[in-house]
């Protein structure tokens, strides 16, 4: 096939055959450019098909998917995979995204026949292991979080935040309370949070963060009223602060007859610290790829088992697992129940309930509690020795997870939140969260986790204190020309966004010499 | 425990930077009646080879696809991963990495994923691919919803060969009421759908192999769909049958959602799987999840980043086109890279061999007294009509070590005339010995 690339940005800069130099940072070109419709990776036998069943529905068009031999998709892929950065390479500070260590032991037992070759529907008198494993993690994020049910099917957090609100929703049209239509939501909250209100025909009403970056307890109930359906609090918060009127919030949500949602996006740093249970919360995502190192897979898939209160429990969807005896049964139909009904065609995300699993164990509760801490000790160490450079908003407080600045020690530099994220790449490390949570002008929120070493702590934050002065001493260039030692320059978001390219084409003059 | 780096002297000479007397201290906001000051009812941790122990003697109390004859379809199907496939989405690089928001230091994943979003739109004809959702029933109700959005209509029609929990997941994600039109199950034929359509429908919503196994008309209810100004949706569930059977874009489908499961992905028990979503150009701005666009970066050089994100929640919020925040990043690999080494001319030779076993399947089974096959077409799976209550005839084989296929009762309760349905799948492993197994046990049980 041709390399021609006319009508193109540019085509790949070496040839597939390159120097040892370039072999290690390669410029790959895409499986259109270097595989055909006739090469196959597969060895399948060529049947005849006598007597087809297909009727008038056989297929006339093209597939245009073009084949790689096995030693060439080999060579693609790990190629492409040596474009990226990732936990096992250097330390990845994503800010409300824990990642933590994936371990291995993970991907080893979630590939054993008897979880990963088992079929959603086939008779549940076969599956009884797969049964008992998804009780079992049930029984220890119930214990984790002092809850008496959860609901393990949401494919992800948002789709466990969408749970929880639909159980809600399900519990007040059961008290005929359906007229509640307000959602209140921190201005600190993902933006999966007024999302999913939305989603589900809310009007969300926003409340202020205080001086401290937490919410306090009056400004909640003054948002209050009869209308009021819920609140989705998001605790430890995004600012990587503890809501220290917590109990407070969710006596006063309670005592105005609406539920309390907690986004459990950051339960990493309470994990066997701290039961969500005990402060009063209605119903809690957890994000198991997050703190349960089922692993982020370049953007999923994750999990989000929703744990839900006495109050909510009876509207949980189907399916769930119900003991029976010695043996258990598997709840598929909401008929005589108050489930809400059904979140997603099976019963969940069972690969990543199986490493969830086999974290949980391996770590022990004693191991759990002590990853919290780590965590939060981990964040608080980042935060004492950059303050004295780096300006933290809600300093003069302990952190919890994740330590937050914004761009005010920047400031008259010429320096940006991105352009200092991108200088970090050249220094071997991930950026942190940029933008976010908006409360805050150009924030950077640090999220180590607790698998980061001392040594691995000490070489980042001796790195940003060194870009950090550099930044104030004018170097520009270091910045805004960053990133200089990646695979890729600073990209062009406002071209790809401008004029949409999402499908590879053939270039023109193979159109037309197709023609 | 072996995945924590500190010693217990780091940690004081950490604590000593901070300033704090112990680790507590740091949980100062947190109210003193909800710290837990006794470790919780949990087992402490554990060396791997225990952990091993513990999940293998669960692990063997499931019976797997793989251990005998195997015959379960309905929305998720047993096929063949080539070893390459597991090899490569456990790299690091892909495994260990987040959403590429940084774009310069992702190029691995936002290629695959171009790459992905190209493959998923030549396989469905459609225009644009997005990124993948969460699976194939979430992104049929996201499809629902987008079709009302892009029409300005909510009256949705779902066809009676609906994979009937992707039924339920619409009715969950659409709420109740007159706007949301189920038609009774058809595991006979087609119904009556172009009957319903109006000017207030959004969207006709049909599948195609359908839940019973049929092939359905895709380009005659486009047509009726589009007479009405609704949109077609077409489901598919069954992603290697797009090897064998017409591209719904090439008919007229104006959405198409799939489940991607069959290439690269085992079956997991339900999940994770792969949702794949495509549709026309001028759609694309209501379309929800992520989408790789290319682009150049500073020196000219060709890249990857994730475009169009003013749709989603972390930009905009309360108004965006859907709540979704992730996408199924490793199971789209799977898919991809599977895809890759079959190319077109190995995903026709796979797509033959499942409908060539399956034709086998149906040829041995329409023999047996008390089994009606009920489809003139299907794929890779059928629909029988047998002579006792078909949940009783799957338990009794059980006991032979044959799974036989999922009873329509299992999904469709309290509907006696669908008890005797049996819904069962061909694939290339399903060998001649298993056919025989499943004809001999059969023709016992119905005895």
Sequence with gaps: MSMNNQGRPTAPTNDAVTA?????????????????????????????????????????????????????????????SRLNMSIDSGMYPLGSCTMKHNPRLNEKLARLPGFADIHPLQPVSTVQGALELIDELADWLMVLTNTSAVAMSPKAGAHGELCGMMAIKAAQEARGEGHR??????ESAHGTNPATAAFLGYSVKSIPANANGTVDASAVIAALGPDV???????????????????????????????FYCDGANFNA???????GDLGIDAMH???????????????????????SEALAPFAPIPFVRKDGNS????????????????????????????????????????????????????????ARLEKVFSAPFGGQPCMHEALFDDSFLEGSGVSTLDFAKAMIDEGFHPMTMYF???????????????????????????????????????LTRFTAAPMKAPRRRLDETRAARSPMLKWVAPVAEQEAAE | MRYLPHSDAERAEMLGVIGAKTVEDLFAAVPRAALQTESLNLPGHQPEYMVENHMHALSGKNRAAGDGPFFVGAGAYRHHVPASVDHLIQRSEFLTAYTPYQPEISQGTLQMLFEFQTQVANLTGMDVANASMYDGSTATAEAVLMACRLTRRNKIILSGGIHPHYRDVVRTYMGEGEHLVCLEASPEGQGGITAEVDDATAAIVIQTPDFYGHLRDVKSLAEAAHAKGALLIVVVTEAVALGLIEAPGALGADIVVAEGQSIGNALNFGGPYVGLMATRDKFIRQMPGRLCGETVDAEGKRGFVLTLSTREQHIRREKATSNICTNSGLCALAFSIHMSLLGEAGLTKLARLNHARACALADALE????????????????????SKPAAAVVEALVAKNIIAGVPVSRLEPGKPELDNLLVLAATELTSDGDIAALVAGLKEVLA
């Design chain 1, 328 to 383: 258990r049964v598997l709840v598929e139909h909401g008929e005589g129940t108050q489930s809400f009904g059904r979140l997603t065609a099976f019963h969940g995300q069972m690969g990543m309930f199986t490493r969830a699993l086999s974290f949980m164990l391996s770590h022990g509760g004693d191991g759990l509690a002590q990853g919290a801490k780590d965590a939060v000790l981990n964040a608080n160490y980042i935060k």
């Design chain 1, 181 to 186: 239509k307000v959602v209140l939501v921190p």
């Design chain 1, 286 to 308: 957890i994000n198991l790829h997050k703190t349960f190192s089922t692993p982020h897979g370049g953007g999923g898939p994750g999990a989000g088992p929703v744990v839900l």
């Design chain 1, 270 to 276: 309470i994990m066997g610290v701290v039961r969500p």
């Design chain 1, 20 to 80: 040892t130099g370039a072999a290690l940072l390669p410029d790959e070109p895409l499986l259109f450019e270097i595989g055909d419709t006739d090469h196959s990776g597969v060895d399948l036998p060529d049947v005849e098909i006598t007597g087809t069943r297909l009727g008038n529905h056989a297929r006339k068009s093209p597939l245009d998917l073009p084949g790689l031999t096995e030693p060439e998709a080999m060579r693609h892929y790990v190629r492409l």
């Design chain 2, 367 to 386: 023999e047996i007294p008390g089994v009606e096959l009920l489809n003139d077409t299907f794929f890779n799976e059928m629909t029988l009509r047998l």
């Design chain 1, 229 to 259: 359906a819920a609140i989705m609090l998001t605790n430890p918060n995004t600012c990587g602060l503890f809501e220290p009127e917590v109990i407070e919030i969710a006596q006063a949500v309670h005592d105005a007859g609406a539920f």
């Design chain 1, 437 to 475: 949570p908006l409360v805050v002008h150009g924030a950077m929120l640090i999220e180590p986790t607790e698998s980061e070493s001392k040594q691995t702590l000490d070489k980042f934050c001796d790195t940003m204190l060194e870009l950090a002065a550099d930044a104030k001493a004018g170097n």
